[in-house]
């Protein structure tokens, strides 16, 4: 089955930086790529998707880049506000849902 | 209605109770999933509902039986459960559960707690 690795566990950043967090996969039949934010108490919420047919995808300050070669996708933050502190789960497709261990964000104000 | 529902919010039972967990879309979602997460670890998928049939069962104990009793909800049910099962339990949906590019939606959870 699929086996998602992500790195850093722990991130910490100051406010207005970049913040990179990334995500290796292990099956290549492998073709969606959500990342989900969970705030303390809160669901798991998408915040942005990608699927295998796309190298990139960005929405405002977020970003997803796929390298399906190399099997690894990252998340970009830029301009990074405290409201972005939390933790952040990569996971990959196809069948079930696998995540990976999550990253814990912090912005320092 | 864009949301997954979840009851009850907060959950205390003891280990020879028998309660059930509550989950409700009005998506038109056909896959309903049941994850288990513990503190500071990502959710692990417990059971899948495609067109409310049960289609993965990922070899979890029998004292968690779920039910899908139609395309809008989910149930778990929990009896004899133990310490160690206290967690948030999610509830998930998405469009079809086969498709590889399917989303899914997560409800706000139910946090449990056996004692």
């Known amino acids: 089955g699929e086996n998602v690795e992500q790195h850093p566990s722990t991130l910490s950043v100051q406010e207005g930086d970049s913040a990179v967090i990334k995500c290796t996969y292990s099956?290549?039949?492998?073709?969606?790529f959500p990342w989900y934010k969970q705030e303390l108490g809160k669901r798991p919420q998408l915040i942005i998707d990608?699927?295998?047919?796309?190298g990139e995808k960005k929405d405002q300050r977020i970003a997803v880049t796929l390298n399906k070669t190399a099997k690894h996708f990252s998340l970009h933050i830029t301009e990074t506000q405290p409201e972005d502190s939390a933790v952040y789960f990569c996971?990959?497709?196809?069948?079930?849902?696998?995540f990976g261990a999550g990253t814990r964000l912090t912005v320092k104000p | 209605d864009t949301e997954v529902t979840q009851t009850p919010k907060h959950l205390v039972m003891g280990m020879t109770n028998k309660k059930s967990l509550k989950c409700e879309q009005h998506?038109?979602?056909?896959?309903m999933y049941w994850y288990k997460q513990k503190a500071k670890k990502p959710p692990e998928l417990m059971f899948v509902?495609?067109?409310?049939?049960?289609?993965i069962n990922e070899s979890v104990p029998s004292r968690f039986s779920p039910e899908c009793p139609n395309s809008s909800l989910l149930n778990l049910h929990l009896h004899a459960l133990q310490p160690e099962d206290s967690a948030l339990y999610l509830c998930?949906?998405?469009?079809?559960?086969?498709?590889?590019?399917?989303?899914?939606?997560f409800g706000p959870g139910t946090r449990l707690t056996v004692l």
């Open positions: 998506m038109g979602h056909r896959a």
């Open positions: 998930a949906s998405s469009p079809i559960s086969t498709g590889n590019t399917d989303t899914q939606y």
């Open positions: 099956d290549s039949a492998s073709n969606y």
């Open positions: 509902y495609s067109y409310e049939k049960l289609s």
């Open positions: 990608i699927r295998s047919n796309v």
């Open positions: 996971a990959a497709r196809p069948g079930d849902m696998r």
